[in-house]
C-alpha cells in the first residue's frame, strides 16, 4: 500500500473512532438524563393510573405515554445543561490545552450535542406530546376492534389531521409576512422552511414567557426564602410570643371541648382559629430551636446572595443594551462550528465562565418558580405522588418549552457570550435589533420593578415588626361636622 493511500486510510479511521466516541458519550448523556428524569417522574405520578387492576389496556397506554414524557423531560434537562456544558468545555480545554484524558471534549461533540437537542426539542413539541396526550384520549374507531393498536390508528389520524392543520397556518401566516413570489415559492420545502419557521414562532413564545416568569420568579424566591429560612431575632422577645400562643390555643381548645346546643358558639369559626394558631406556634416553635447561626448568618447569606445573583443580572443586561447601541456585534447570531479552547467567552476569565454557569441556572430557577407560582399555571404544579398524566404532559411541554428557549434568552440578554450553534442561531427574529433590545429593556425594568418593590416592602415589614408598630391599630379618619368651616 502506497503511503499516501495509508495516510488517507488512517484519517478515514480516525474520523470513524471519533465518531463512534461521540456517539457512545451522547448515549450514555441522554441515559444518565433519562434515569434521573424516569425517578423524578416516578416521584409525582399518580399510580392507580399504571395499574393494571381495572384494565389491561389502559396501564400498557399510560406506561407507553410516561416513557414519551420521561423522553421529553430528558430533553429539557439536556436543553438546560447544554449552554453550561459549553461553557464549562472551553475553560476546561484552555486551562488543559494537551491533556490526553479531555482529548474528546472538542467542538464536534458540541456541535453534535446543540443538534440533538435541537432535534429531539422539535420531535418532542411536534410530535411525541401531542401523540402521548391522543393516545391517552383514544378509544379506537367505531366498530373497530378494541386494542391497543385501535388507539395508535386514530391517534395518528388525529395527530395527521392537526399537523396539516398547523401547517397550512403557518404556510398562510408565511405568505402573509413575506408577500413576494421568493417567499411563497419557499413555502413548499418543509424541511428548510416550515419546520424552521414553526420552532422560531415556538422559541419566541418561550423567551417570551421567559421574560414574563422570570421577573415574577425572582420576588417570589425572596418570599420563599424568607419562609424557609429562620429570621433573625430584631427587638421581640419570642418567649413572650410562644407563651402567649400556647395560651391562646389553650384557651380556643378548652371552649371547642365544652361547645354543647346551649351555647350559641360558632365551631367551625373556633376549628379555623385553632388551625391558624398551631400553624403559628409551629413557626415560633421552629424559629426558638434554630441555633443563633443558622438565624444570624443563614438568612442574611441567602438574602445577600439572592440581592447580588439579582443586581448582578441586571448589570449586565444594561451593560449589553449599551453594546448594542454602540456595537453590531453585541446581536445574538449563529455559528456552525464550535472553536473551543482558543478564547475565554468572558472578559475575567474562568471566574466570569463560572459566575456565566450561575446566572443562567438562577435564571432558569427563577422562571420555573415564577412560572408555577403565576395564577395561570398554579394548576400545573405537580403533587407528589398523586399527579395524572395529563398534567404530567403538561408540565413537560411547559419545561421544553422553557428550557429550549433557556440557550436564546441567555444570548440575547448577553449573559454569555458564547454564539448559538446550529439550528438554535437560525430563528428569524434573532437579526431584529428592535426586537432585541426591546427585549433587554424589558428584562431590565421589570426586574428592577420587582426587587426595588419587594426589598423594600420588606424592609418596611420588618422595620414595622421589630417596633411592633404591626400591632397599632389602622387610624380612622374623622368626618368633619356640616356646620365646621374648613
Known sequence: MAPVEHDALAVREQLFHERVRECIICALLFASLYILCHFIITHFKKQTDFAAVHDDEDAAVNRIALGMCTFTLAV???????LPFSIISNEVLLSFPHNYYIQWLNGSLIHGLWNLVFLFSNTSLVF???FAYFFTESEGFAGSKKGIMARVYETSVV???????????????SAIVGNNAASRQSLYDLWEYYLPYLYSCISLFGVLLLLLCTPFGLSTMFTVTGKLL??????????????CTRFEEAAVSRRIASASCWLNLNVGLLREQLLALQSKR???????????????LGYPLAM?????LTGISVLIVCFHVLELLLDDAAMPRGIQDAP???VSFSIFGTFGAALQVILIFYLMLSSVVGFYSSPLFTRLLPERQDTPLTKIIGNCVSLLVLSSALPVFSRTLGITRFDLLGDFGRFNWLGNFYIVFLYNM???????LCLVKKVTWAVQEELLRAFGLHKLPLPVPRSRPLGERC
Do not use: I
Open 230 to 243: 429562620v429570621k433573625p431575632r430584631l427587638l421581640e422577645d419570642l418567649d413572650e410570643q410562644l407563651s
Open 340 to 342: 473551543l479552547g482558543q
Open 76 to 82: 429539557a434537562l439536556g436543553a438546560v445543561l447544554l
Open 159 to 173: 395527530l395527521l389531521l392537526l399537523t396539516l392543520l398547523v401547517l397550512g397556518m403557518v404556510w398562510v401566516a
Open 304 to 308: 445577600l446572595g439572592l440581592l447580588a
Open 128 to 130: 411525541l406530546m401531542p
Open 442 to 448: 424589558g428584562f431590565a425594568a421589570l426586574t428592577t
Open 282 to 296: 409551629r413557626k415560633l416553635e421552629r424559629r426558638h430551636r434554630a441555633s443563633p447561626w443558622q438565624r444570624n
